[in-house]
């Protein structure tokens, strides 16, 4: 069965950079068909995608966050990663991360979340 | 982007069905069939219930079913049950390369 744990400090100063990791077992990152990415949900409101990543590196990001934002994998620890810069009390959120499913025909960052992790709660707080 | 839009909230009696609706553009949903649901319970993560706009995940009861016309994308839910009770979310790929979920509904079973 899929497992996905995100790991990472759940509180961050003001104009610092939130750094999350996604570990993923029971199965590998570098599959063909899928994409991995990040979600987040504010304190009672909706989901909000972030972005995504496909084992090779390519990226696919939400244009509102793009200039802060990189999203990385790491084949070898089957991990990928979320960098978010100069955060605001605006990114506190719980952060998920997913395996998006893209089926044969991966392009462009097409598909849906399949599998998510538990979700990790990050306050933006002096 | 702008999120899809869904409404508020949505309410139903055990056995009734409801339908909740998720409208677009012709940018996405309108033009996609990279729809797909996801159920969120309090305090939980999302779970995938409709993906490619009316296919099911196994394990996903056959009382919920999903459709496109147009912009606007729907998902129904037949029989009415307890467990049913949760916020749902709509999301479509875009002309953009990008993923947009709506504002979310809660379904509130009476």
């Known amino acids: 069965q899929l497992q996905l744990q995100e790991s990472g400090p759940g509180l961050v100063k003001p104009s610092e950079t939130l750094s999350l990791t996604c570990t993923v077992s029971?199965?590998?990152?570098?599959?063909?068909?899928?994409?991995w990415g990040w979600i987040r949900q504010p304190p009672g409101k909706g989901l909000e995608w972030i972005g995504s990543?496909?084992?090779?590196?390519?990226?696919y990001s939400n244009p509102s966050l793009k200039s802060r934002l990189t999203i990385s994998v790491d084949t070898s620890k089957n991990q990928f990663s979320l960098k978010l810069t100069s955060v605001t009390a605006a990114d506190s959120a719980v952060y998920y991360c997913?395996?998006?499913?893209?089926?044969?025909?991966?392009?462009?960052?097409?598909?849906?979340?399949?599998?998510w992790g538990q979700g990790t709660l990050v306050t933006v707080s002096s | 982007q702008s999120a899809l839009t869904q409404p508020a909230s949505v309410s139903g009696s055990p056995g009734q069905s409801i339908t909740i609706s998720c409208t677009g553009t012709?940018?996405?949903?309108?033009?996609?069939?990279?729809v797909s649901w996801y159920q969120q319970h309090p305090g939980k993560a999302p779970k995938l219930m409709i993906y490619?706009?009316?296919n099911r995940p196994s394990g996903v009861s056959d009382r919920f079913s999903a459709s496109k016309s147009g912009n606007t994308a729907s998902l129904t839910i037949s029989g009415l049950r307890a467990e049913d009770e949760a916020d749902y979310y709509c999301?479509?790929?875009?002309?953009?390369?990008?993923?947009?979920f709506g504002g979310g509904t809660k379904v509130t079973v009476l």
């Open positions: 999301s479509s790929y875009t002309s953009s390369r990008t993923l947009v």
């Open positions: 029971g199965g590998s990152i570098s599959g063909t068909t899928y994409y």
């Open positions: 990543v496909y084992f090779r590196g390519s990226t």
């Open positions: 012709s940018s996405d949903v309108g033009v996609y069939t990279f």
């Open positions: 997913a395996r998006q499913s893209c089926g044969t025909d991966c392009y462009s960052g097409v598909g849906h979340f399949d599998y």
């Open positions: 490619d706009v009316r």
